[in-house]
């Protein structure tokens, strides 16, 4: 069980996509080196993406470029846009949250590697390069890694606690422990957005990828 003030504390900064991580170590490809980039991307600000090696390097901009992709896409917009007006600026953290569930619960649909399995390689991968990860990334890593946060998205009661604890921890009230209710209610909306939006963020990483 994760301790509440570690887990409340990482779930509070709204303006950071701290909610997709189970999506952008699946955008990554094959490389680790950019699995690792990309999963850190959140904790590494401006210039000091430089003290990493280039591996590293090329998967924190990977994850730069996926957020502004999803961020201008029109199914991950009209999404946010049904979110809006009851949680305003939480509204993108919370689509966030519910897209890296429909990934989880719908992971079969989108690749052949079990979820279980992948998510125990990718701490594999984060605890072989433990000292060389930020210190906010060493610091939750090793609840995420023995709860699975990264599996936990496909359930409901899981994103709901999490929700719980970003509203707990937001400096007015943001009504987000009531989002879960809002998926259920637009269930089938979001997840066809989803749907129609992920094959292409596929797409767009793999080509990305190919030029860094």
Known sequence: MIPNSIFYS??????????????????SGENEDIMIGN??????KGNNI?????????????HRKIDAFT???????????RLQGNYRKYAGV??????DHF??????????EELIEFTSK????????????????KKILPFMAGSNWLASYANLNFLQ?????????????????NAVTDLKNDYDKYHLEFKGFFPEVIDFSKETISHL
């Open 71 to 81: 961020d201008s896409h029109p199914l991950f917009i009209e999404s946010k846009k």
């Open 103 to 112: 990934l989880a619960a719908n992971w079969n649909d989108y690749s052949d």
């Open 10 to 27: 990482y779930l509070c900064q709204p303006t950071t996509r701290y909610m997709n991580f189970l999506a952008h170590t699946f955008l």
């Open 161 to 177: 606690r999490s929700l719980e604890g970003l509203a707990m921890r937001t400096p007015f009230k943001s009504g987000m422990e």
């Open 122 to 137: 990718i701490y594999k991968l984060l605890f072989r390069n433990f000292f060389n990860l930020p210190a906010k990334t």
């Open 50 to 62: 430089m003290r990493f090696r280039p591996g590293i390097v090329k998967g924190i901009k990977l």
């Open 39 to 44: 999963f850190i991307a959140d904790h590494v």
């Open 94 to 99: 919370i689509t966030d949250m519910f897209y």
